[in-house]
């Protein structure tokens, strides 16, 4: 495998990842929230920044893109169909397309739900699926723009990935999607158990991403929802929670 990731905590709880491909040097950056803590980490590794991946237009997943940009001379990849409500994009991207990265590819998937134009990328060589806010541990992004079936639909794709594949998302909300998700199947003995795990994590102030997809097969009560209806069922619920 030649494509790493480090989180990099911004704001009050979002993530933003690091990815470096190790054949080639290249190095890029999963929705910058802000600037300021993505250049301390790169300064302090003496990196410079090469792609810029963007899953949605939020305020809180792109708002350091231009400054990344304008200092590293980044590109900025995102949804072609969302550039409108992007940073301008030097990359524009649709369902399917590869982003090159070094050697690796980044394999667009459009996963619409929690906006109308989000995205998400896999890269095949590391294992890696950034999903932004369509799929947390143990939970789902809001349906700010989209329906339930299109949220639905969106987790089926990534059905076809690795249990390996591990899911680095774009919050820390695994501790409270824990409780919902205990409220839905109490008898669910992997779900208890990955429970008391982030509970051990958070108290001691450590992250609880990324996490395995076959994790979250075991766990999300979104994944494990058989239907769209009962899928809408549950974020209802989780809504008011």
């Known amino acids: 495998m030649t494509v790493t990731v480090q989180a990099i905590p911004m704001l009050a709880d979002n993530y933003s990842w690091l990815l470096r491909e190790s054949t080639s040097g290249k190095v890029g950056i999963v929705d910058p ?3 300021a803590p993505a250049i301390a980490v790169l300064e302090a590794a003496g990196l410079g920044l090469d792609v810029i991946f963007l899953t949605h237009h939020h305020p809180d997943h792109v708002g350091g893109a231009e400054e990344l940009r304008a200092r590293y001379g980044a590109r900025i990849v995102g949804n072609r169909a969302d550039a409108h409500r992007l940073p301008r994009l030097d990359v524009p991207v649709h369902e399917g397309a590869l982003v090159e990265f070094g050697v690796a ?3 667009v998937i459009e996963v619409p739900g929690h906006t109308l134009g989000h995205i998400a990328y896999y890269f095949a060589d590391g294992e890696l699926l950034f999903p932004g ?3 947390f541990s143990m939970g789902c992004g809001r349906l700010f723009e989209g329906t339930a079936a299109q949220m639905f639909s969106s987790f089926a794709k990534f059905a ?4 390996e594949t591990l899911l680095c998302c774009g ?3 695994t501790a409270a999607n824990a409780k919902f998700a205990l409220s839905i199947e109490p008898d669910n003995t992997a779900l208890q158990t990955r429970f008391d795990e982030v509970a051990t994590l958070r108290a001691d102030g ?4 990324p996490v395995s997809l076959g994790t979250e097969r075991a766990t999300n009560p979104f994944i494990r929802a058989a239907t769209a209806e009962e899928f809408g069922e ?3 619920a989780k809504d008011t929670f």
Do not use: G, I, S, V
């Open 206 to 209: 450590l992250a609880t991403l």
């Open 105 to 107: 590819n980044a394999r």
């Open 133 to 135: 806010d369509t799929m």
């Open 33 to 35: 929230a802000e600037a």
């Open 171 to 173: 919050h820390e909300y």
């Open 160 to 163: 076809e990935l690795p249990d």
């Open 234 to 236: 549950r974020r209802k």
